[in-house]
T-cell receptor, first 111, second 112 residues
Framework: EAQVTQNPRYLITVTGKKLTVTCSQN?????MSWYRQDPGLGLRQIYY???????DKGDVPEGYKVSRKEKRNFPLILESPSPNQTSLYFC??????????FGPGTRLTVT | GESVGLHLPTLSVQEGDNSIINCAYS??????FIWYKQESGKGPQFIID?????DKRQGQRVTVLLNKTVKHLSLQIAATQPGDSAVYFC???????????FGTGTSLTVIP
């Protein structure tokens, strides 16, 4: 089944404790992206990647890192999470940027 | 930065009626627009897209209209069904084409 998977789906952590949210797609897509979704703000793009080893900042990249060592994986790294990073995170992939398939989301709470 | 906004945050329609969801965008250089549907607890799902060189595009029960003069986008859903209840987002691409900006969403409720 063609899909975008994210892990974990739910995570509660404390301020400053490094964490990684994994994203994997099995559709051989070149484009991958991370978004955060907050009430009243919609989805905001954090980082995106056009292909392996190519990543670019989105609208809200501060406090996040990404890597694209393989085509199928695009992990989101929070080196020192803070409470303002509490949010619902979505990974997406697509053959091109305008054909994005979204994962199920990861709900992160930073206390 | 870009701004993509919606005229109405919530919309309630009777089952069987047509729904119209509106969206305003600010970047006249955007050349690609997409409507997404997000059901509760799920990620956004692609509905329909339109390029800037088009005014209208139709899908199955959905139509997207683009008015570049006033930078306005709308999604029309014909014969709205309970399964159409969701939050709908419009999105536009950036000048480079690779970054996308989403609106804040409109919550559509279909009344049986």
């Amino acid at each position: 089944e063609a899909q975008v998977t994210q892990n974990p789906r739910y995570l509660i952590t404390v301020t400053g404790k490094k964490l990684t949210v994994t994203c994997s797609q099995n559709m051989n897509h070149e484009y991958m992206s991370w978004y955060r979704q907050d009430p009243g703000l919609g989805l905001r793009q954090i980082y995106y990647s056009m292909n392996v080893e190519v990543t670019d900042k989105g609208d809200v990249p501060e406090g996040y890192k990404v890597s694209r060592k393989e085509k199928r994986n695009f992990p989101l790294i929070l080196e020192s999470p803070s409470p303002n990073q509490t949010s619902l995170y979505f990974c997406a992939s697509g053959r091109v940027s305008y054909e994005q398939y979204f994962g199920p989301g990861t709900r992160l709470t930073v206390t | 930065g870009e701004s993509v906004g919606l005229h109405l945050p919530t919309l309630s329609v009777q089952e069987g009626d047509n729904s119209i969801i509106n969206c305003a965008y600010s970047n006249s250089a955007s050349d690609y627009f997409i409507w997404y549907k997000q059901e509760s607890g799920k990620g956004p799902q692609f509905i329909i897209d339109i390029r800037s060189n088009m005014d209208k595009r139709q899908g199955q029960r959905v139509t997207v209209l683009l008015n570049k003069t006033v930078k306005h986008l709308s999604l029309q859903i014909a014969a709205t069904q309970p399964g159409d209840s969701a939050v709908y987002f419009c999105a536009e691409n950036s000048n480079t084409g690779n970054q996308f900006y989403f609106g804040t969403g409109t919550s559509l409720t279909v009344i049986p």
